[in-house]
Protein backbone atom coordinates (compact mmCIF):
# COMPACT_ATOMS: atom_id res chain seq x y z
CA UNK A 1 0.00 0.00 0.00
CA UNK A 2 2.68 2.94 1.14
CA UNK A 3 5.07 1.67 -2.26
CA UNK A 4 2.34 1.41 -4.67
CA UNK A 5 -0.63 3.59 -4.44
CA UNK A 6 1.10 6.27 -2.53
CA UNK A 7 3.21 6.93 -6.21
CA UNK A 8 -0.62 7.53 -7.42
CA UNK A 9 -1.65 10.45 -5.39
CA UNK A 10 -1.11 12.89 -7.43
CA UNK A 11 -3.07 11.39 -10.65
CA UNK A 12 -5.59 9.92 -8.01
CA UNK A 13 -6.26 13.80 -6.95
CA UNK A 14 -5.99 15.60 -10.23
CA UNK A 15 -9.99 16.50 -10.94
CA UNK A 16 -11.55 18.38 -8.16
CA UNK A 17 -13.59 17.17 -5.64
CA UNK A 18 -17.17 18.20 -5.24
CA UNK A 19 -17.64 20.35 -2.13
CA UNK A 20 -20.50 19.55 0.35
CA UNK A 21 -22.46 20.79 3.06
CA UNK A 22 -20.83 18.48 5.40
CA UNK A 23 -22.24 17.81 9.26
CA UNK A 24 -19.90 19.37 11.58
CA UNK A 25 -18.27 16.19 13.54
CA UNK A 26 -18.98 15.66 17.41
CA UNK A 27 -16.17 14.54 19.72
CA UNK A 28 -15.96 10.82 20.31
CA UNK A 29 -15.86 10.12 23.94
CA UNK A 30 -12.85 8.19 25.40
CA UNK A 31 -15.09 5.12 26.17
CA UNK A 32 -16.21 4.82 23.04
CA UNK A 33 -12.61 4.72 21.65
CA UNK A 34 -11.45 2.91 23.96
CA UNK A 35 -14.11 0.29 22.41
CA UNK A 36 -12.09 0.06 19.59
CA UNK A 37 -8.60 -0.45 20.75
CA UNK A 38 -9.54 -4.38 21.18
CA UNK A 39 -10.69 -4.77 17.25
CA UNK A 40 -7.20 -2.81 16.56
CA UNK A 41 -5.15 -5.44 18.71
CA UNK A 42 -6.89 -8.41 16.81
CA UNK A 43 -5.84 -6.08 13.61
CA UNK A 44 -2.04 -5.62 14.45
CA UNK A 45 -1.96 -9.51 15.09
CA UNK A 46 -3.25 -10.68 11.31
CA UNK A 47 -0.14 -9.49 10.78
CA UNK A 48 1.83 -12.26 12.56
CA UNK A 49 3.38 -14.90 10.67
CA UNK A 50 3.51 -17.46 13.56
CA UNK A 51 -0.26 -17.78 14.34
CA UNK A 52 -1.21 -21.17 14.19
CA UNK A 53 -4.89 -22.67 15.81
CA UNK A 54 -4.89 -22.26 19.45
CA UNK A 55 -2.89 -19.08 19.40
CA UNK A 56 -3.63 -16.26 21.47
CA UNK A 57 -5.00 -12.80 18.99
CA UNK A 58 -5.87 -9.92 20.61
CA UNK A 59 -6.46 -9.05 24.35
CA UNK A 60 -8.44 -12.50 24.72
CA UNK A 61 -8.63 -14.25 21.40
CA UNK A 62 -7.86 -17.94 20.75
CA UNK A 63 -7.32 -18.72 17.02
CA UNK A 64 -10.05 -21.53 16.28
CA UNK A 65 -8.99 -21.21 12.03
CA UNK A 66 -6.66 -19.50 9.41
CA UNK A 67 -5.47 -19.40 5.90
CA UNK A 68 -3.41 -17.49 3.74
CA UNK A 69 0.41 -16.87 2.80
CA UNK A 70 0.28 -13.85 3.34
CA UNK A 71 1.55 -13.35 -0.12
CA UNK A 72 -0.46 -14.71 -3.26
CA UNK A 73 -3.31 -14.96 -0.55
CA UNK A 74 -4.00 -12.24 2.24
CA UNK A 75 -3.79 -13.95 5.92
CA UNK A 76 -6.74 -14.47 8.20
CA UNK A 77 -8.52 -15.83 11.14
CA UNK A 78 -10.96 -16.61 12.96
CA UNK A 79 -11.21 -16.32 16.56
CA UNK A 80 -13.23 -17.03 19.63
CA UNK A 81 -12.78 -14.18 22.23
CA UNK A 82 -14.71 -14.14 25.24
CA UNK A 83 -15.36 -10.38 25.03
CA UNK A 84 -15.84 -9.93 21.37
CA UNK A 85 -17.12 -13.40 20.42
CA UNK A 86 -16.51 -14.67 17.07
CA UNK A 87 -13.38 -12.61 15.59
CA UNK A 88 -12.31 -12.53 11.80
CA UNK A 89 -9.43 -10.38 11.34
CA UNK A 90 -7.63 -9.82 7.80
CA UNK A 91 -3.95 -9.43 7.40
CA UNK A 92 -3.17 -5.70 5.70
CA UNK A 93 -0.61 -5.01 2.77
CA UNK A 94 2.24 -7.11 3.02
CA UNK A 95 5.13 -4.96 0.80
CA UNK A 96 7.56 -7.80 0.21
CA UNK A 97 4.61 -9.72 -1.71
CA UNK A 98 4.04 -8.89 -5.29
CA UNK A 99 0.92 -10.31 -5.44
CA UNK A 100 -0.60 -7.93 -2.65
CA UNK A 101 1.28 -4.89 -3.69
CA UNK A 102 -0.94 -5.71 -6.90
CA UNK A 103 -4.24 -6.08 -5.69
CA UNK A 104 -3.47 -2.99 -3.85
CA UNK A 105 -2.70 -1.00 -7.25
CA UNK A 106 -5.83 -3.04 -9.50
CA UNK A 107 -8.22 -0.18 -8.58
CA UNK A 108 -10.08 -0.63 -12.19
CA UNK A 109 -13.75 -1.31 -10.86
CA UNK A 110 -15.27 -4.04 -11.29
CA UNK A 111 -18.71 -5.90 -11.40
CA UNK A 112 -19.51 -7.03 -8.57
CA UNK A 113 -19.35 -10.58 -7.77
CA UNK A 114 -22.76 -12.44 -8.09
CA UNK A 115 -22.29 -12.68 -3.37
CA UNK A 116 -22.51 -9.12 -3.51
CA UNK A 117 -25.43 -8.90 -5.57
CA UNK A 118 -27.26 -7.65 -2.09
CA UNK A 119 -25.72 -4.31 -2.25
CA UNK A 120 -27.63 -3.02 -5.14
CA UNK A 121 -27.32 -3.34 -9.15
CA UNK A 122 -25.24 -0.01 -9.67
CA UNK A 123 -22.68 -1.25 -6.89
CA UNK A 124 -19.04 -1.68 -8.34
CA UNK A 125 -16.15 -2.97 -6.89
CA UNK A 126 -12.31 -2.56 -6.47
CA UNK A 127 -11.06 -5.50 -9.00
CA UNK A 128 -7.91 -5.97 -6.47
CA UNK A 129 -9.74 -5.51 -3.17
CA UNK A 130 -12.64 -8.08 -4.76
CA UNK A 131 -10.46 -10.10 -5.85
CA UNK A 132 -7.84 -10.57 -2.87
CA UNK A 133 -11.62 -11.18 -0.94
CA UNK A 134 -12.94 -14.12 -3.35
CA UNK A 135 -9.86 -16.22 -2.38
CA UNK A 136 -11.12 -16.45 1.37
CA UNK A 137 -14.72 -15.45 0.97
CA UNK A 138 -16.17 -18.76 1.24
CA UNK A 139 -13.67 -20.77 3.51
CA UNK A 140 -14.20 -17.93 5.52
CA UNK A 141 -18.06 -17.90 5.57
CA UNK A 142 -18.02 -21.65 6.55
CA UNK A 143 -15.98 -21.34 9.70
CA UNK A 144 -17.77 -18.63 10.66
CA UNK A 145 -21.25 -20.27 10.37
CA UNK A 146 -19.01 -23.84 12.35
CA UNK A 147 -17.96 -21.10 15.20
CA UNK A 148 -21.70 -19.42 15.23
CA UNK A 149 -22.74 -23.32 15.63
CA UNK A 150 -20.55 -23.82 18.94
CA UNK A 151 -21.38 -20.90 20.14
CA UNK A 152 -24.76 -19.94 19.62
CA UNK A 153 -26.00 -16.37 19.95
CA UNK A 154 -22.21 -15.46 19.57
CA UNK A 155 -21.61 -11.41 17.61
CA UNK A 156 -19.06 -11.49 15.15
CA UNK A 157 -16.32 -8.75 14.77
CA UNK A 158 -15.33 -7.79 11.64
CA UNK A 159 -12.18 -6.07 11.29
CA UNK A 160 -8.54 -5.26 9.26
CA UNK A 161 -6.05 -3.00 8.08
CA UNK A 162 -5.37 -1.30 5.05
CA UNK A 163 -6.05 -3.79 2.42
CA UNK A 164 -6.83 -6.48 4.99
CA UNK A 165 -10.03 -3.17 5.97
CA UNK A 166 -10.88 -3.82 2.58
CA UNK A 167 -11.13 -6.70 2.55
CA UNK A 168 -12.75 -7.59 6.10
CA UNK A 169 -15.40 -4.59 4.98
CA UNK A 170 -17.03 -7.17 1.95
CA UNK A 171 -16.61 -9.66 4.16
CA UNK A 172 -18.38 -8.42 6.93
CA UNK A 173 -21.27 -7.15 4.74
CA UNK A 174 -21.20 -10.50 3.32
CA UNK A 175 -21.15 -12.54 6.70
CA UNK A 176 -24.39 -9.96 7.70
CA UNK A 177 -26.23 -11.05 4.38
CA UNK A 178 -25.53 -14.41 4.77
CA UNK A 179 -25.80 -15.79 8.74
CA UNK A 180 -28.10 -13.06 9.83
CA UNK A 181 -25.85 -12.49 12.92
CA UNK A 182 -25.03 -9.38 14.67
CA UNK A 183 -21.53 -7.93 12.84
CA UNK A 184 -19.23 -5.65 14.57
CA UNK A 185 -17.42 -3.96 11.83
CA UNK A 186 -14.02 -2.07 12.84
CA UNK A 187 -12.06 -0.99 10.08
CA UNK A 188 -8.21 1.01 9.98
CA UNK A 189 -6.89 3.08 7.32
CA UNK A 190 -9.83 2.00 5.27
CA UNK A 191 -9.30 2.68 1.32
CA UNK A 192 -11.52 3.76 -0.89
CA UNK A 193 -13.41 0.33 -2.10
CA UNK A 194 -16.36 0.86 -4.56
CA UNK A 195 -18.50 3.50 -6.12
CA UNK A 196 -21.28 5.51 -4.76
CA UNK A 197 -23.48 2.89 -5.18
CA UNK A 198 -21.03 0.08 -3.37
CA UNK A 199 -21.18 3.12 -0.11
CA UNK A 200 -24.55 3.32 -0.09
CA UNK A 201 -25.01 -0.54 -0.34
CA UNK A 202 -22.29 -0.62 2.36
CA UNK A 203 -24.15 1.87 4.76
CA UNK A 204 -27.78 -0.37 4.49
CA UNK A 205 -26.18 -3.51 5.20
CA UNK A 206 -23.78 -2.56 7.87
CA UNK A 207 -25.28 0.95 9.41
CA UNK A 208 -22.93 0.93 12.80
CA UNK A 209 -19.96 -0.27 10.73
CA UNK A 210 -17.07 1.76 11.64
CA UNK A 211 -13.37 2.37 10.22
CA UNK A 212 -10.92 4.81 12.09
CA UNK A 213 -8.46 7.27 10.14
CA UNK A 214 -5.56 8.63 11.30
CA UNK A 215 -4.53 11.95 11.17
CA UNK A 216 -3.31 12.66 7.95
CA UNK A 217 -2.90 9.26 6.43
CA UNK A 218 -2.88 9.58 2.61
CA UNK A 219 -4.90 5.81 2.61
CA UNK A 220 -8.21 6.90 3.28
CA UNK A 221 -8.37 9.03 0.30
CA UNK A 222 -7.06 6.05 -2.35
CA UNK A 223 -8.34 5.27 -5.22
CA UNK A 224 -9.40 8.79 -5.44
CA UNK A 225 -12.99 10.28 -6.57
CA UNK A 226 -12.19 11.26 -9.18
CA UNK A 227 -12.04 7.21 -10.78
CA UNK A 228 -15.38 7.07 -9.38
CA UNK A 229 -15.11 5.48 -5.47
CA UNK A 230 -16.37 6.83 -2.65
CA UNK A 231 -16.48 6.11 1.13
CA UNK A 232 -19.39 4.65 2.97
CA UNK A 233 -20.08 6.35 6.73
CA UNK A 234 -19.05 5.37 9.56
CA UNK A 235 -15.61 7.25 9.43
CA UNK A 236 -13.86 8.27 12.70
CA UNK A 237 -10.95 10.82 12.56
CA UNK A 238 -8.31 10.35 14.53
CA UNK A 239 -5.58 13.40 15.99
CA UNK A 240 -1.81 12.41 15.61
CA UNK A 241 -1.51 11.33 19.08
CA UNK A 242 -4.60 8.64 17.78
CA UNK A 243 -6.11 8.99 21.25
CA UNK A 244 -8.62 11.08 20.49
CA UNK A 245 -11.10 11.60 17.26
CA UNK A 246 -14.07 12.49 16.25
CA UNK A 247 -17.81 10.83 14.75
CA UNK A 248 -17.84 12.21 10.91
CA UNK A 249 -21.55 12.33 9.85
CA UNK A 250 -22.04 10.92 6.10
CA UNK A 251 -20.23 9.84 3.41
CA UNK A 252 -16.51 11.66 2.57
CA UNK A 253 -17.23 14.31 5.32
CA UNK A 254 -15.05 17.26 4.52
CA UNK A 255 -14.60 18.34 7.88
CA UNK A 256 -12.83 14.87 8.98
CA UNK A 257 -10.17 13.42 7.19
CA UNK A 258 -11.02 15.07 3.58
CA UNK A 259 -9.71 18.36 5.58
CA UNK A 260 -6.50 17.20 4.78
CA UNK A 261 -4.39 18.29 2.04
CA UNK A 262 -2.60 15.64 -0.41
CA UNK A 263 0.55 18.15 0.09
CA UNK A 264 -0.02 17.68 3.92
CA UNK A 265 -0.48 13.64 3.51
CA UNK A 266 2.02 11.47 5.94
CA UNK A 267 2.44 7.59 4.94
CA UNK A 268 3.90 7.01 8.31
CA UNK A 269 0.55 8.28 10.23
CA UNK A 270 -0.92 5.11 8.06
CA UNK A 271 0.41 2.16 11.14
CA UNK A 272 -1.55 4.93 13.72
CA UNK A 273 -1.39 4.69 16.24
CA UNK A 274 -5.14 3.78 16.54
CA UNK A 275 -6.35 4.50 20.49
CA UNK A 276 -2.72 3.18 21.22
CA UNK A 277 -2.41 0.62 19.26
CA UNK A 278 0.29 0.51 15.95
CA UNK A 279 -0.22 -1.95 13.19
CA UNK A 280 2.52 -4.80 12.53
CA UNK A 281 3.26 -8.07 14.16
CA UNK A 282 4.94 -7.04 17.65
CA UNK A 283 4.36 -3.61 16.94
Not at 30 to 57: H, M, Q, W
Request: glycine share 10%; aromatic share 8%; net charge negative.
Amino acid sequence: MQLLLLALVPLALAAPLLQRDSPAPTAASAATLEIYAAPAGFSRDAYCTNLAVGSKVGDDGQVLWLTGDGRKTQRVYVARSPSRGIVVAHQGTNTSSLFSLLNDGDFIRDARDTRLDFLGSDASVSGGFQDAWLDTADAVLAQVRAALLTYPGSRVLVTGHSLGASISLLDAAYLRHETGAEIDTVLFGLPRSGNDAFADGIDAILPAQRHLSHYRDPIPHLPGKSFGYQAPSGEVWLDDSGNYGVDCGGQENDKCSNSVHFYQYDRDDHKGPYVGVTMGCGA
